[in-house]
């Protein structure tokens, strides 16, 4: 199984701070690689797909970008609504596999 | 819009089978792959397999022994049945749309809370 994984496990950052969260994989996986937000009590929600394509709706603040190993998500001015959990997610190889999760708070 | 909706026993004994059914409404589950995935409480996310609307399958080897998906594409559902639960089972489960054969999760439902106790 391809390990996905995720640093920081946790932060906290000001409204309006620039975030950016790293997921490494354990082999290259090319793009194939999304990421979701996921709200206390709520289902995943889909941001990023294939490293770098931001969803349809998705605000334009949200953006992923690498490829490889090593990709990178980023919430360009964080706002009091972003308050969640962030998870990377790899389709190269089955069984699809998720990364550990980033918590973001509001400092 | 399509959504969707997950439903069945909220407990589960040890040993015992998880039925779960996923109802899909606003769109045919017909030319999609759809996939489970849980959630067990404060932990991440595991991808448990997928169907295709042929009926085609592909589990998570760690689970493939004890697991069983099937589509009724009458009723526009799909379904889990997961053989000889332990605590380690026990996960809010979600049933989601698959944009390919293993790729995206672009629909989800809102989960269901599965507790295997005795």
């Known amino acids: 199984d391809i390990q996905m994984t995720q640093s920081p496990s946790s932060l906290s950052a000001s409204v309006g701070d620039r975030v950016t969260i790293t997921c490494q994989a354990s082999?290259?996986?090319?793009?194939?690689l999304n990421w979701y937000q996921q709200k206390p009590g709520k289902a995943p929600k889909l941001l990023i797909y294939?490293?770098?394509n931001l969803e349809t709706g998705v605000p334009s603040r949200f953006s992923g970008s690498g490829s490889g190993t090593d990709f990178t998500f980023t919430i360009s001015s964080l706002q009091p609504e972003d308050i969640a959990t962030y998870y990377c997610?790899?389709?190269?190889?089955?069984?699809?596999?998720f990364g550990g999760g980033t918590k973001v708070e509001i400092k | 819009q399509v959504q969707l909706q997950e439903s069945g026993p909220g407990l589960v004994k040890p040993s015992e089978t998880l039925s779960l059914t996923c109802t899909v409404s606003g769109g045919s589950i017909s030319s999609y792959y759809w996939s489970w995935i849980r959630q067990p409480p404060g932990k991440g996310l595991e991808w448990i397999g997928y169907i295709y609307s042929s009926g085609s399958t592909n589990y998570n080897p760690s689970l493939k022994s004890r697991v069983t998906m099937s589509v009724d594409r009458s009723k526009n559902q799909i379904s889990l049945n997961m053989r000889s639960v332990t605590a380690a089972d026990t996960a809010v489960y979600y049933c989601a749309r698959d944009f390919g054969s293993g790729s995206y999760f672009d629909y989800w439902g809102q989960g269901t809370v599965v507790t295997v106790s005795s």
């Open positions: 082999q290259d996986i090319s793009s194939f």
């Open positions: 997610q790899q389709y190269d190889n089955l069984p699809l596999t």
């Open positions: 294939d490293a770098s």
